[in-house]
């Protein structure tokens, strides 16, 4: 899985739409402190949908909204799309919020969840709150992450999260149908 470009648009400091094409190898984003270097990053992980404001260093929802400069008004919606290749081609995932409180995600241009978008990278190594983005001071966490932490990270890396989330809801489902058999059961006794 390669991530190939990245679209961002009224995001923080992108007022105009920007698109980084991502060439094999190393990539570096470099310019002046307070340029937006690490704006890109927190798009990156807003769009994986982000819930702690603190993470992307803004103090509400509508905050990641480009609020305008002296050369541009502000925005009304925020966008980010990235586009990913991997062995099956070419998709890409988006998101957008306005600022009258519209919200959506996509996969390959359709509406979708959140849960899809999470879904799509299970198991990948790639999203929020992973090892793919390791922001600054992070390396610490891992050095000092528990027995438990540090477990979560390498089932993540192995692939195998995504069936110990199948496993969770398949108990969930077998569950409320045990219940509903049990109550099915009183019926028939009821009934007998
Ligand atoms: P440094 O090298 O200091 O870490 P950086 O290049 O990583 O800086 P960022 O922290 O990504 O820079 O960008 C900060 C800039 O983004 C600030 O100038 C800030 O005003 C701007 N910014 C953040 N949110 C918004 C917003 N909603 N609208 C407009 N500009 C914003």
């Known amino acids: ?5 990245v679209y961002i648009k009224g995001f923080k400091s ?14 570096a984003v470099v310019g002046p ?3 937006g270097k690490s704006n890109v990053v927190d798009a990156i992980r807003w769009i994986f949908g982000e819930q702690s404001m603190k993470n992307i260093r803004a103090d509400s929802r509508e905050d990641v909204i480009f609020n ?5 008004p502000p925005s009304n919606s925020a966008e980010v799309k990235l586009v990913f290749e991997s062995e099956e081609g070419i998709f890409s995932i988006a ?10 995600y996509k996969v390959n241009d359709k509406q979708s969840r959140l849960k899809d978008i999470k879904e799509l990278f299970q198991g990948t190594g790639v999203g929020m709150d992973i090892y793919s983005i390791v922001g600054q ?15 979560a990270l390498i089932e993540e890396a192995a692939g195998t999260a995504v069936y ?11 569950a409320a149908t045990e219940e509903n058999l049990s109550r099915l059961e009183d019926i028939i006794f009821e009934l007998g």
């Open 68 to 72: 305008g400069s002296e050369r541009f």
């Open 95 to 104: 998101r957008e919020i306005s600022r009258d409180g519209q919200s959506s």
């Open 33 to 35: 402190n307070g340029s």
């Open 1 to 5: 899985l390669r991530l190939n470009s």
């Open 14 to 27: 992108f007022a105009m739409p920007t698109r980084f094409e991502v060439s094999s190898g190393m990539t």
């Open 137 to 151: 001071g992070q390396v610490d966490k891992v050095v000092t992450a528990s027995p438990y932490e540090l477990r």
């Open 164 to 174: 110990k989330e199948r496993k969770k809801e398949a108990l969930g489902k077998l």
